[in-house]
């Protein structure tokens, strides 16, 4: 048995040395040396080179005219047929700078019928050539059609001609191994996805010429650093930059109106990001998970926070929102653990769903007294929350609203809210004490306070409400007490009003807060009641 195994290993290796000799054998007779051919007459390359050489030709210069005749069998030498199938093709260097593409001929690509056309790298010219390490394109070409060197994954050195005006969408999806390439100052459009996946770019600049930046145009390049946007750009469409996970350097200029959605989504190596004061929209998940970036000032031109449009972006320590933010999207901030302090503009007036949900390093926050809605599980899980001033314009507390702010001691309740969600305060475990001033009791779920300390918590109730608030779903509080409720947030003050003197119950002037009910006089000339714990 033991003999037999080692005659068994000693073929194996006798076989894998005899496969590797002849595959060494099949490589040392390749063709390197550039051969170069002169057409008289489109679509004669097939006549000119025989079926012993094609297969084995690895550098090649072509002169004249070319077809589509032409180009299905470029595509075979190097590693494509006309239905995307491989080949045995070894065609790795293409110079097609004395050459003209001209209409006519045979398909070159069968599955959706492409034909050549002057002066036109055509759709799927060569897509999957997967070969071609360098080219030089014809110097009279003037646009790059869809997918034209789509897959092309050892492509590494491109040279666009001058004449160029377009590139279409996906024409260099999946060039992982393109490093760089230099677009010509007559390129006016790119097309969506042009560059999807070029993981090996590092840098590029775009000529003054483009205004737009499409649909997924950068998507995946995830070894690009830093690219130059020209001042002529006024839109970035969405998930332009999706996943450039390297790019740690960008300036918009100041003709940008506009960012799609996932626009920079992924971008984690981005650090700071300035916004132009010509940007009016900024999409969903614009910038979702950013982790790097650490600050960033919003232009006063944005009027809303779309969905997700930060979400993720951990490593976020501050953020100004400008006065004209008027509303702030779902799952706007949605785990910026460390943004810690947010003061929300007088024009904000709802905070959607998880707006803010698991920022735990949020401990302050002010909320204006224009907002009058606050979404499901708005600021849930914002576990460094310590305090926290519902101005008396909200009138909705969405379910789980502040679940898990466990920090959370003290909540008061102004009389204006009219509907409080399932389990919006579940959780809030470090609460002593909640005032209230419904008269009757505002209807709420059994699960709204769950294990939100409520052995303990001291909740407050107007006078003359203590029985309604035991019968009720508020008597899970085992300590409720009674206290004077009237004219506390009935009166309120204007967002710039600042106090001017405060008084206990009994008129006698205090220089700083006292526990119990004080009375607040502004500069605006409102009094209001307060209740200091």
Same mark, same amino acid.
């Given at each position: 048995?033991?003999n037999?195994?080692?005659?068994? +290993?000693? +073929?194996a290796?006798?076989?894998?040395?005899?496969?590797? +000799?002849?595959?060494?054998?099949?490589d040392?007779?390749l063709?390197?040396?550039?051969?170069?051919?002169k057409?008289?007459e489109?679509?004669?390359?097939?006549?000119?080179?025989?079926d012993?050489?094609?297969?084995?030709?690895?550098?090649?210069k072509?002169?004249?005219?070319?077809?589509?005749?032409?180009?299905?069998?470029?595509?075979?030498?190097?590693?494509?047929?006309?239905?995307?199938?491989?080949?045995?093709?070894?065609?790795?260097?293409?110079?097609?700078?004395?050459?003209?593409i001209?209409?006519?001929?045979?398909?070159?690509?069968?599955?959706?019928?492409c034909?050549?056309?002057?002066?036109?790298?055509?759709?799927?010219?060569?897509?999957?050539?997967?070969?071609?390490?360098?080219?030089?394109?014809?110097?009279?070409?003037?646009?790059?059609?869809y997918?034209?060197?789509?897959?092309?994954?050892?492509?590494?050195s491109?040279?666009l001609?001058?004449?160029?005006?377009s590139?279409?969408?996906?024409?260099?999806?999946?060039?992982?191994?393109?490093?760089?390439?230099?677009?010509?100052s007559?390129?006016?459009?790119?097309g969506?996805?042009?560059?999807?996946?070029?993981?090996?770019?590092t840098?590029?600049t775009?000529?003054?010429?483009?205004?737009?930046?499409?649909?997924?145009?950068?998507?995946?390049c995830?070894?690009?650093?830093?690219l130059?946007?020209?001042s002529s750009?006024?839109s970035?469409?969405?998930?332009?930059?999706?996943?450039?996970?390297?790019?740690?350097?960008?300036?918009?200029?100041?003709?940008?109106?506009?960012?799609?959605?996932?626009?920079?989504?992924?971008?984690?190596?981005?650090?700071?990001?300035?916004?132009?004061?010509s940007?009016t929209?900024i999409?969903?998940?614009a910038?979702?998970?950013c982790?790097? +970036?650490?600050s960033?000032?919003?232009?006063s031109?944005?009027?809303?926070i779309?969905w997700a449009? !930060?979400?993720?972006?951990?490593?976020?320590?501050?953020l100004?929102?400008?006065?004209?933010?008027?509303?702030?999207?779902?799952?706007?901030?949605?785990?910026?653990?460390?943004?810690?302090?947010?003061?929300?503009?007088?024009?904000?007036?709802?905070i959607?769903?998880?707006?803010?949900?698991?920022?735990?390093?949020?401990?302050?926050?002010t909320l204006?007294s224009?907002?009058?809605?606050?979404?499901?599980?708005?600021?849930?899980?914002?576990?460094?929350?310590?305090?926290?001033?519902?101005?008396?314009?909200?009138?909705?507390?969405?379910?789980?609203?502040?679940?898990?702010c466990?920090?959370?001691?003290?909540?008061t309740?102004?009389s204006?809210?009219?509907?409080?969600?399932?389990?919006?305060?579940?959780?809030?475990?470090?609460?002593?004490?909640?005032?209230?001033?419904?008269?009757?009791?505002?209807?709420?779920d059994?699960?709204? !306070?769950?294990?939100?300390?409520?052995?303990?918590?001291i909740?407050?109730?107007?006078?003359?409400?203590?029985?309604?608030?035991?019968?009720?779903?508020w008597?899970?509080f085992?300590?409720?007490?009674?206290y004077?409720a009237?004219?506390i947030?009935?009166?309120?003050?204007?967002?710039e009003?600042?106090?001017?003197?405060?008084?206990?119950?009994?008129?006698?002037?205090?220089?700083?807060p006292a526990?119990?009910?004080?009375?607040?006089?502004?500069?605006?000339?409102?009094?209001?009641?307060?209740?200091?714990?």
């Amino acid at each position: 048995m033991r003999n037999f195994t080692l005659k068994g +290993l000693f +073929l194996a290796v006798v076989f894998m040395v005899l496969g590797s +000799l002849s595959i060494q054998a099949a490589d040392g007779d390749l063709i390197t040396k550039q051969i170069t051919i002169k057409l008289e007459e489109a679509g004669t390359l097939p006549s000119k080179i025989g079926d012993t050489k094609k297969y084995k030709i690895t550098n090649l210069k072509i002169m004249g005219e070319i077809n589509g005749t032409d180009l299905c069998f470029i595509r075979e030498m190097a590693g494509s047929d006309r239905e995307g199938w491989r080949t045995e093709g070894k065609l790795a260097t293409l110079d097609l700078s004395g050459a003209k593409i001209v209409r006519g001929g045979g398909i070159y690509y069968n599955s959706v019928n492409c034909y050549t056309s002057d002066d036109v790298i055509g759709n799927y010219a060569f897509s999957d050539c997967s070969g071609l390490t360098s080219l030089i394109l014809p110097s009279n070409v003037t646009s790059i059609g869809y997918s034209a060197f789509y897959g092309c994954i050892r492509l590494t050195s491109l040279t666009l001609p001058s004449s160029v005006t377009s590139i279409g969408s996906s024409a260099f999806e999946g060039c992982r191994s393109l490093t760089s390439l230099i677009l010509p100052s007559s390129v006016t459009s790119i097309g969506s996805s042009a560059f999807y996946g070029c993981s090996g770019l590092t840098s590029l600049t775009l000529p003054s010429s483009v205004t737009s930046i499409g649909w997924a145009t950068f998507s995946g390049c995830s070894g690009l650093t830093s690219l130059t946007l020209p001042s002529s750009v006024t839109s970035i469409d969405g998930r332009a930059f999706y996943g450039c996970s390297s790019l740690f350097g960008l300036t918009l200029p100041s003709s940008v109106t506009s960012i799609g959605s996932s626009a920079f989504e992924g971008c984690r190596s981005l650090t700071s990001l300035i916004l132009p004061s010509s940007v009016t929209s900024i999409g969903s998940s614009a910038f979702y998970g950013c982790s790097g +970036l650490t600050s960033l000032t919003l232009p006063s031109s944005v009027t809303s926070i779309g969905w997700a449009t !930060f979400s993720g972006c951990s490593g976020l320590t501050s953020l100004t929102l400008p006065s004209s933010v008027t509303s702030i999207d779902g799952r706007a901030f949605y785990g910026c653990s460390s943004l810690f302090g947010l003061t929300l503009p007088s024009s904000v007036t709802s905070i959607g769903s998880s707006a803010f949900e698991a920022c735990y390093g949020l401990f302050s926050l002010t909320l204006p007294s224009s907002v009058t809605e606050i979404g499901e599980s708005a600021f849930r899980g914002c576990r460094s929350l310590a305090s926290l001033t519902l101005p008396s314009s909200v009138t909705e507390i969405g379910e789980s609203a502040f679940e898990g702010c466990i920090r959370l001691a003290s909540l008061t309740l102004p009389s204006s809210v009219t509907s409080i969600g399932k389990s919006a305060f579940e959780g809030c475990s470090g609460l002593t004490s909640i005032y209230v001033s419904w008269e009757s009791p505002l209807s709420i779920d059994a699960s709204t !306070f769950k294990d939100a300390n409520t052995g303990k918590c001291i909740l407050y109730v107007p006078k003359g409400t203590y029985d309604d608030y035991w019968l009720s779903n508020w008597g899970i509080f085992e300590n409720i007490v009674e206290y004077d409720a009237t004219g506390i947030d009935h009166i309120t003050t204007s967002g710039e009003a600042k106090e001017i003197s405060r008084y206990a119950a009994d008129g006698q002037r205090l220089e700083v807060p006292a526990k119990g009910l004080n009375i607040v006089k502004y500069s605006d000339g409102c009094v209001k009641k307060v209740v200091v714990q």
